[in-house]
Each structure stands twice: as structure tokens, then as C-alpha cells.
């Protein structure tokens, strides 16, 4: 990695622009996380997420708009935390709408996303709303690769 995207990634990371989403592609990125097949944690159990919103994928779409070397990596996202799989594979369609306004469309896309994404963790649904996993499941790497820690800076 240059020194140049290293650069632009702390200097990112260090600003107000950042969610858990975005921060996940950096820390993957950056070579903080590698451990294949990682199940991502909510409220509290650890600081890995996908898009859940617009707002979240406008953090990761400027992210990747600062460092563009980075875009072409995404799916190593998805190698770390398999959840981040059908994002990969429509992050262009992503971009597109979200390019052209088209707001409501990213966030409606980025559910179903997200549904598919928790099938892959081993999750299934719970009541309406609420997701279950049990402690045996087993994340489904195929499906994932067919879908295809808050970073903490030292002062110096």
C-alpha cells in the first residue's frame, strides 16, 4: 500500500465523515481484520457493520471516492466478513442510484442486501422484525462467495 493512500485513509478515518460501515472497509483495508468468514457484531459486540441506510452507504461512497484504489479491494469486505457479499456484488447498482438522487431506491436495495447478507451469516428470521442465531451456525461461505474494530489511533 503507498504511503499516499495510507495518507489519505488516516487522514479519512481521523475526520467526521465516518460510520461503523465505512470503518469496516477500512479496517479490512487496511489489514486491521483478515480472519476469513468473521460473523459481524451489533450494539456493542464489535465495530463491523454493512450499509444500513443511505447515509451509511454515502459514507462508504465518499470513502471510496477519497481513496479509489480501494474499490477494486471491496470484495476482500466480503472475503472478512461474508455478510458484506450481495453489497459487493451490487455495489455499482449502488453507485448508480445513489449517484442520481435516487435515495429511496439505495435505501429499499440496501435492505434486501442486508436480509441476504444476515442468511449468509447463519441468521434466521425471528418474529417480524428480529434475527436469531443459533450459537452452532455455521456461516455459509457459499453463499456468501456466490453473492460475492473501530479503528483506534494513537496520539502521537
Known sequence: MSDSIGRRAIAWVCGTDTGISSKTIFRVLMGEETQPGQV??????????????????????????KIPEWRER????????????????????????????????????IKQLEKEGRLIEGFTPWGTTGWERKPD???????GRRALRECTLEAA
Open 137 to 143: 451456525a455455521a456461516v455459509d461461505h457459499d453463499r
Open 74 to 109: 471491496l470484495s476482500e469486505v466480503a472475503i472478512v466478513f461474508p455478510a458484506w457479499s450481495p453489497f459487493v456484488r451490487e455495489w455499482e447498482h449502488l453507485e448508480a442510484l445513489y449517484r442520481v438522487g435516487y435515495i429511496e431506491d439505495v435505501y429499499q436495495l
Open 40 to 65: 459481524m457484531g451489533r450494539w456493542g459486540e464489535s465495530e463491523a457493520d454493512v450499509p444500513h441506510d443511505s447515509a451509511d452507504f454515502g459514507r462508504c461512497f465518499r470513502l471510496l471516492k
